[in-house]
C-alpha cells in the first residue's frame, strides 16, 4: 500500500472488505509500506485482485514470518493488527440523494463496499443497533437547511427540500424540523456511548455538536427555519458537556451567512490553493494503533479541500480529542477522532478529497481518475477500523 507498489489504493480496501466476507482473517501491518494487507493467499483472492486493478504481491512462509517477526520488534514504529469480520455499513443520507452526492459514498461504490441507506426514521427506530459503522451525510442537524437561506431560499431544490423535511418530521411526531433533527442527534449520540463507530464529513461535523449543545430545549433556528423566534441569549444556554468534539463556540446568529459557528475556519483560512495541504500525525503503532490506523496512508501530506465546514479551530476542540491532521500554518484541525462511552468518532472536515472546493450543482468526481487519492484512504481507514481486534487505546 505504499505509493510506489499499489496502483488502486482505494480498490485494495475493498479487496480486503471482501476477505473478510469469506470469514477469513486479515492482518493489517501499520506503518509498513503504506499500510499494507496481508491476506491468505489463494487463488480466487488472486483473481480478485486482478479484476479489480489491485496491486499484490505473492509472500512465502518464510518471507511473511521474517515481515511480522521485523513489525513485532520494539524499535520498529509498526504492528500487525487482525481484521476480523466486516464491519456492517450504515450511510445516514436522505433517500433522495444520489449516491455522488457524498464523498463517503463515493468511496465505498467504487472500492465495492457494501452499504445501506438510513435516515431519521430508521434512527429513530432504533435501527442503528443493525449496524457496526455509521456516516453522517452532509447533514444540518440544527434544523437551518444547511444555512442555504441566503443565497438559495428562491430555488425549486430549497423550497423543495424544505418542505419534504418539514412533511418526514411531522409525519415523525414533531412540530418542527430543529425537534425532529434534535431527537435524531440524541439517538446517534446514544448509538455511539453503546458501542457504535460514528464517521462524518462536512457539515454533519459541527452541526451535529451544535445540535447535542442545544439539546435540553434551547432554540436556536430563526423564524424563516420554523417558524418562531429563537430563544433570547441562546448561546448561553448551549450545554458543551453534551457535546463529542467542540466546547465553548459561538453560533452565527445570522440566518443570510452561509455558516453555522466559529468551529469551522471556511472564512478565516489565508491558505492559497496551491500550498493547501494538512499533515497527519504520527503515533506509536504499538501503544496507540487505533489513531495509527486512522492514520495510515502513502504520504504523510495530503492535499486540503474545501467544504461548508473546511476545518476546526483548535482552541474549540475539547482537551480528550485527538488531532489526526493538521494545517499548522493556519492553525487549524482537519481530522479528529474521540471516544464517547463505548464507541468511537472520527470527525472529516471538507467535502470532495479529490474537489478542491465543491459548489451545489458541480459534476460528480469520477474515482476512476483517483486510485490511490491519499484524502480518500483516511475514508476508508475508518471503514476498516471496526474489524479491528479490540484492544485497549493507552492514549
Keep these: 500500500m505504499d505509493a510506489e507498489g499499489q496502483k488502486n489504493h482505494l480498490k485494495a480496501y475493498g479487496i480486503t472488505y471482501w476477505v473478510l466476507t469469506k470469514q477469513q482473517k486479515v492482518q493489517w501491518l501499520l506503518n509498513y509500506r503504506g499500510g499494507s494487507f496481508l491476506l491468505p493467499d489463494g487463488e480466487s483472492i488472486r483473481k480478485e485482485c486482478q479484476i479489480r486493478g489491485v496491486s499484490f504481491e505473492i509472500l512465502s512462509d518464510g518471507q511473511t514470518q521474517g515481515i511480522l517477526e521485523s513489525i513485532s520488534s520494539p524499535s520498529q514504529n509498526q504492528e500487525a493488527v487482525v481484521l476480523e469480520k466486516a464491519p456492517k455499513v450504515a450511510v445516514y443520507s436522505p433517500k433522495g440523494n444520489q449516491p455522488w452526492d457524498d464523498a463517503v459514498t463515493m468511496v465505498l461504490t467504487y472500492a465495492e463496499i457494501p452499504y445501506e441507506t438510513v435516515y431519521d426514521e430508521e434512527v429513530l427506530d432504533d435501527k442503528l443497533a443493525l449496524f457496526d459503522w455509521l456516516h453522517l451525510h452532509h447533514e444540518d442537524f440544527s434544523g437551518q437547511y444547511g444555512k442555504f437561506y441566503g443565497a438559495y431560499r428562491a430555488t425549486p431544490w430549497y423550497i423543495q427540500q424544505k418542505q419534504e423535511a418539514e412533511a418526514l418530521a411531522t409525519k415523525l411526531g414533531f412540530s418542527k424540523v430543529s425537534e425532529e433533527k434534535r431527537a435524531v442527534a440524541l439517538k446517534i449520540r446514544k448509538y ?28 436556536i433556528c430563526e423564524p424563516m427555519f420554523d417558524g418562531d423566534p429563537s430563544d433570547a441569549n441562546y448561546q448561553s444556554k448551549l450545554n458543551f458537556n453534551k457535546t463529542f468534539a467542540f466546547k465553548d463556540f459561538t453560533l452565527e446568529r445570522n440566518p443570510l451567512k452561509y455558516e453555522f459557528s466559529t468551529i469551522d475556519m471556511t472564512s478565516k483560512r489565508r491558505v492559497p490553493k496551491e500550498s493547501d495541504y494538512f499533515s497527519l500525525m504520527d503515533f506509536s503503532a504499538k ?29 474549540e476542540i475539547k482537551s480528550n480529542v485527538l488531532i489526526l491532521g493538521e494545517n499548522k500554518r493556519n492553525e ?8 464517547q462511552g463505548k464507541g468511537f468518532f472520527t470527525f472529516y472536515g471538507g467535502h470532495d478529497p479529490e474537489d478542491y472546493q465543491h459548489r451545489v450543482g458541480d459534476p460528480k468526481t469520477e474515482l476512476e481518475l483517483h486510485p490511490t487519492s491519499p484524502g480518500y484512504r483516511l475514508i476508508l481507514n475508518n471503514v476498516l477500523f471496526p474489524a479491528a481486534q479490540k484492544k485497549k487505546q493507552k492514549t
Excluded at 455511539?192 to 432554540?219: P, Q, R, Y
Excluded at 504520504?299 to 473546511?310: E, I
Design 192 to 219: 455511539v456511548i453503546g458501542g457504535g463507530f460514528m464517521f462524518a464529513m462536512c457539515s454533519a461535523t459541527d452541526s451535529f455538536d451544535i445540535a447535542l449543545s442545544a439539546s435540553d430545549g434551547v432554540d
Design 287 to 315: 501503544w496507540d494503533p487505533v489513531p495509527t490506523m486512522l492514520c495510515q496512508n502513502h504520504t504523510a501530506l495530503v492535499k486540503g479541500f474545501m467544504g461548508q465546514t473546511t476545518s476546526f479551530e483548535r482552541k
Design 332 to 339: 487549524e484541525a482537519r481530522y479528529i477522532h474521540g471516544i
